[in-house]
């Protein structure tokens, strides 16, 4: 991605992420195709016009974290609001046809973070 | 077709089975409850930064973490806290490994409008995500270190 697309600020416990036509994007219809690898993923025929996601309000820390398992480290910061706003769009040409655009507004949080890590070769 | 198109043809396959043997290895997938444009929209993660173009034209393509989330049989956990506290879900939030830098995950319901662009008809819809980017150096497949800034769809 270019630069200045993501910011992170752990001191802040912030972040942002900021994009604009993210071409050659699959759209696979549904959320089946998306996750089968016995599925179909059709073509690339998807672009993502504009996203922007802001995440702020630490609720949790998750300090000093260190995973020998899964060979990854680092400090983690649960985060309580974030909102996205995106446009996509699945082009005429495709033969289909669609757009998308989201309200920040309802955006509901399953679960975000943000941190610092280092895994593979880096963990140690 | 002539030998200049299939040529330009086969590159075009090639280029879509690489990006989607990256996908189905290192980018993995959204999960959840979307519709058209929902959670089938997908990227790949690739870097494109300071670095890029100073070792070579070609964007660094990153490698997946070696974990395997079955299903869907993918390079990623699920998202949630990293201390392994809600398994299967949590652990590396990172889809890339060999990699040191800041993170950010959201796994995210919101709603919008979908809109036929054949007949202009708008539907309210609800869209699942969990979006990632990875910022910071990493070593690509290529062995050598890159920085940049990826993302997962």
Redesign the interface.
Known sequence: MPEGTGEVDLDDGTAEFHAENICAVFDAFTVGNSLSPNRPLGFVSGRIDSVDIKWSGVTKNFLGIHDATNHFMGDFFQIGNVTIAVTATTPKSTGHGFRFVSDPATTTVNYAQIGSERNGVFFS | MNEEKSISWNKLQEK?LT??TL??GAAG???????????????AA?????DEGKHNKCKALA?P???ITT????HFFF??????SAPP?G????TI??????????????????????TGVGTA?T???D?R?F?G?F?AIDRLEHK????F?
């Open positions: 879509w990006r989607r996908i189905r997938t959204a999960a959840g409850a979307g519709l058209l444009l929902g959670s089938g929209l997908r990227s690739f870097a494109d930064e300071e490698r973490i070696p974990h299903p869907p049989g993918q998202p949630g806290p990293p201390d392994g879900a652990f590396d939030p990172s490994t060999d990699f040191k830098g800041v993170v950010a995950n959201a796994d995210l319901i919101f709603g919008g409008t979908g809109t036929d662009l054949n819809y869209f699942h995500t979006w980017f910022k150096t070593v940049g800034t990826l993302t769809i």
